[in-house]
């Protein structure tokens, strides 16, 4: 049996994926010395370095028994899901406006922003999809998406909701000036996120930055997700 230990107790999904886990088989230690791999949350805490064993983390630098699951594309599809459904529950309880019938804005489409937009579909019919390929545009085209370029974003003065993915700064002075006053800025994006926030909050814009939505709406099922990535990545190595 397999034993494994879990020091790093700040992310709550990990407690669920500790439970996962030893429902397959493997067995929780306590020390670090009697455990044949160790599992760290998301953007761990604990100071991995002196380990002599495997390490499975998320958005960690892999190298040599170190393994980052948020790497893996099933786990990364998995999350965008998760993600998306939390971005409409960030996007009901920040604006006094209703998803329904309003006019919403995607910033970027991959796993999460086609995610987004496959949730979205029931509130509104009026969703543009700003993309930097044609490939990404006629795709969207395909869903039956509105799309416009990055140039478009300067002008975003018809949106109500606005889905940020991208990340890298593309929502700087002038396309946060177009935004109207009533309108609701998410951005979704890993750090540093793709929206100048000083300038934001001068403009008195309602933006909210919105990172690890999976891990504080829906942590079991995030958890979940997280020990099926680490038991098929050790099933994988072999360890």
């Known amino acids: 049996m397999k034993k494994f ?3 790093d107790t700040d992310d709550k999904r990990i ?11 493997y067995s929780l230690v306590e020390k670090e010395e009697n455990a044949d791999f160790i ?14 064993k495997p390490v499975f983390a ?7 028994g170190v393994f980052d699951y948020t790497k893996r594309e099933e786990f990364a599809l998995k999350n965008a899901y998760l993600t998306a459904e939390a971005a409409l529950a960030v996007a009901i309880e920040n604006s006094d406006l209703s998803l329904v019938n309003s006019s919403v804005l995607i910033c970027g489409f991959g796993r999460i ?3 987004l937009k496959r949730y ?10 700003c993309v930097r390929n044609e490939n990404s545009a006629a795709l969207a085209r395909c869903e039956n998406a509105k799309t416009i370029g990055f140039e478009g974003l300067k002008n975003c003065s018809d949106y109500d909701f606005i889905f940020n993915t991208v ?8 396309e946060l ?4 006053k009533d309108a609701l800025l998410i951005d979704l994006a890993s750090f540093p996120g793709g929206v100048d926030t000083h300038y934001a909050k001068l403009l008195g814009i309602n933006l909210i930055t919105a990172r690890g939505l999976p891990g504080k709406y829906s942590p079991k099922s995030a958890g979940e997700i997280l020990a099926h990535t680490v038991i098929k990545i050790l099933k994988e190595e072999g360890l």
């Not at 979205?120 to 999809?129: A, G, H, N």
């Open 5 to 7: 230990c879990s020091p």
């Open 15 to 25: 407690e669920y994926a500790k439970a996962l886990l030893e429902e397959d088989g």
């Open 39 to 52: 599992l760290l949350g998301v953007n761990p805490k604990s100071d991995f370095s002196h380990f002599d």
């Open 58 to 64: 998320g958005n960690v630098e892999e190298k040599n």
């Open 113 to 115: 922003g086609r995610a």
């Open 120 to 129: 979205l579909e029931p509130f509104s019919r009026d969703i543009t999809v």
């Open 167 to 174: 990340p890298q700064p593309v929502f700087n002075e002038t």
């Open 177 to 180: 000036k177009s935004i109207k």
